[in-house]
């Protein structure tokens, strides 16, 4: 999995909403985790010159129309306890990690979940940065996420992301503001010119294109390249300058983004299903609309916390199915980490449930990775259990998954990017309550 996102901006949107506004960020963490050196860079000021914080330093920073003042408190364990003089008012805390010092990471996670035991904290959104990805050995953000146990944290909004504060990424990509009616390539829009941002954790990545100027790289677009379909669900895309066009319109933002391919990056949604049943076996009918109640396996993101349907990319070569089966077993059986003999007789246990499915839908994905130049699209497939087959098996989250688990489906569900759409369709063909 993996998410393009705006960081702190993005989380604040997700709760408020309109611009104009002047926040209070409290900017927390462990003595080294890097906070100045990630204050200076939202400010855009020099990081050559950064020593460690001894009390406090304050940064007003404009951006994207907020006015972000930042509190950036020392980390030494002699300074943390006076870390609660400064909670009052806080609209978002922003946590830092050292993603490479693996011997303090509980340390860091038993002051986190201080945190957010505070009343005075209570209920803030909260943006935890896994720092130091360049170091050869930082963990994965989702990595960080499952250790310190971040699916415990349901009392609000809360994303983890992965950055390096010494070159800024994952820190700092503002999306141009768009209308609308801004979005679609047809509307004329003069002042148009969104950043331009590739993330570096795809840089000579043997899974991902080359950058759109690199005289060896010559994709065969709206075709099959190789082992790479660079086919759209969507039908004929434009190359312009050497890049596609998402053909859906603007989003802000040149580039890939952390997407791995140009154009589109193809991935597969098994939706598995089951219907909810009482402790005697019958059947659950919801009381409003009179049907039957269905459930669906879901897997919490080790990225933001939202609840999702387990599901990836597909493998260069891969055919959907096997996509399907893989990620179902990876993320929501945590298949990766069973030795071979015990991963054959779940293969073919899956491939029994897998053997017939409803596909019911392909194509785009308003996902918040896209960007003009590389876009998500899927494959969806419901695979409905009505014999019980999957209820002898455990449930275990894996891979980028912290939490996984059986969900009643209501229309109230929220969901990461456009799954809650994907549920929906599932839910008419079962004829199922919504």
């Known amino acids: ?70 509190w950036d408190i020392g980390g030494q364990k002699k300074i943390r306890p006076y870390w609660r003089n400064y909670f ?79 070159n800024g990424d994952g820190i700092k990509v503002q999306r141009f503001h768009l209308e609308p009616d801004q979005i679609s390539w047809e509307n004329p829009l003069k002042d148009y010119n969104p950043p331009d941002y ?64 140009w154009g589109p990056n193809h991935a597969a949604d098994p ?34 916390g939202e609840w999702a349907l387990p599901g990836g990319m597909v493998d260069p070569g891969e055919v959907v199915s096997e996509t399907l089966k893989r990620e179902f077993m990876e993320e929501a059986l945590n298949s990766l980490m069973l030795a071979e003999s015990d991963k054959d007789d779940l293969k073919k246990k899956i491939e029994l449930l897998f053997k017939h499915g409803d596909e019911v839908y392909r194509g785009y994905v308003d996902d918040p990775r896209n960007t003009d130049n590389s876009w998500m699209e899927t494959v969806a497939v419901n695979f409905h259990d009505d014999n019980g087959d999957l209820t002898l098996l455990e449930l275990k989250a894996g891979d980028d998954a912290i939490n996984v688990r059986w969900v009643d489906i209501n229309r109230d569900l929220k969901l990461y990017a456009s799954h809650s759409s994907i549920i929906e369709k599932v839910v008419k063909l079962r004829d199922a309550s919504w």
């Not at 986190?112 to 170091?135: C, H, R, S, T």
């Not at 396996?297 to 990225?303: E, F, K, P, S, T």
Request: with cysteine.
């Open 1 to 70: 999995m993996g998410r393009f996102t705006q960081g702190l901006l993005s989380l604040f949107r997700k709760l408020r909403g309109s611009q104009g506004k002047e926040l209070r960020i409290l900017l927390l963490g462990l003595d080294n985790a890097g906070k100045t050196t990630i204050l200076k860079k939202l400010a855009l000021e020099d990081i050559t010159q950064v020593t460690p914080t001894q009390g406090f330093n304050i940064k007003s920073v404009q951006s994207d129309g907020f006015k972000l003042n930042v």
């Open 88 to 166: 009052e008012n806080t609209d978002v805390l922003i946590y830092v990690i050292d993603s490479s010092d693996t011997d303090r990471l509980e340390e860091s996670g038993e002051e986190l979940f201080e945190l957010i035991n505070e009343e005075k904290l209570k209920e803030v959104p909260l943006l935890i940065y896994a720092n130091k990805q360049d170091l050869s050995k930082a963990l994965k953000a989702s990595i960080i996420a499952q250790g310190l146990g971040l699916h415990r944290i349901t009392d609000r909004v809360w994303q983890i992301q992965a950055c390096c504060a010494v």
């Open 198 to 261: 590739t993330s570096e954790s795809l840089f000579n990545k043997p899974w991902a294109d080359k950058d759109s100027g690199d005289k060896s790289f010559a994709p065969r677009w709206n075709e099959k390249d190789g082992n790479v379909d660079r086919r759209s669900f969507i039908g004929y895309y434009q190359v312009v300058s050497g890049r596609p066009l998402n053909p859906i319109g603007r989003t802000g933002i040149q580039g890939r983004g952390v997407l791995g391919k």
């Open 271 to 304: 939706v598995v299903t089951r219907w909810a049943c009482t402790d005697g076996g019958d059947i659950k009918m919801d009381e409003t609309t009179r049907k039957r109640i269905l459930q669906f396996v879901a897997i919490q993101r080790g990225d933001t």
